[in-house]
């Protein structure tokens, strides 16, 4: 059994920083993309950053210059730094894993984390 932990969110004024965090718990030998998406309410999923096992990052064009998305294979770690935040970043924040290894036969796709708020107002 893996989760997905996450910690950070809040409520932050316009144009200040945020760090969310995820760990993943349980048997896990190597972990394939991490990724943030979020939802804000109402609307849709989205990818905000996704990051492979070797450290390339993409991004969203909304986070582009302003979230920096960085992983710890030794801590099977997330993290989202997200700065400049404006109102329109008010979402649920919610880290994935596309695949991991959990032992040498076993693999265990589509991990999801419970999700965090972040709400940016003044």
């Known amino acids: 059994q893996v989760q997905l932990v996450e910690s950070g969110g809040g409520l932050v004024q316009p144009g200040g920083s945020l760090r969310l965090s995820c760990t993943a718990s349980?048997?896990?030998?190597?972990?394939?993309?991490m990724a943030w998406y979020r939802q804000p309410a109402g609307k849709e999923r989205e990818l905000v950053a996704s990051?492979?096992?070797?450290?390339?990052?993409n991004y969203a064009d909304s986070a582009k210059g302003r979230f920096t998305i960085s992983r710890d294979n030794a801590q099977s770690a997330v993290t989202l730094q997200m700065n400049s935040l404006k109102p329109e970043d008010t979402a649920v924040y919610y880290c994935?894993?596309?695949?991991?290894?959990?032992?040498?036969?076993?693999?265990?796709?589509?991990?999801w984390g419970q999700g965090t708020q972040v709400t940016v107002s003044s």
């Open positions: 990051v492979s096992k070797a450290g390339n990052a």
């Open positions: 349980g048997t896990i030998l190597s972990i394939d993309n």
């Open positions: 994935h894993i596309d695949r991991l290894r959990s032992d040498t036969n076993n693999y265990i796709a589509n991990v």
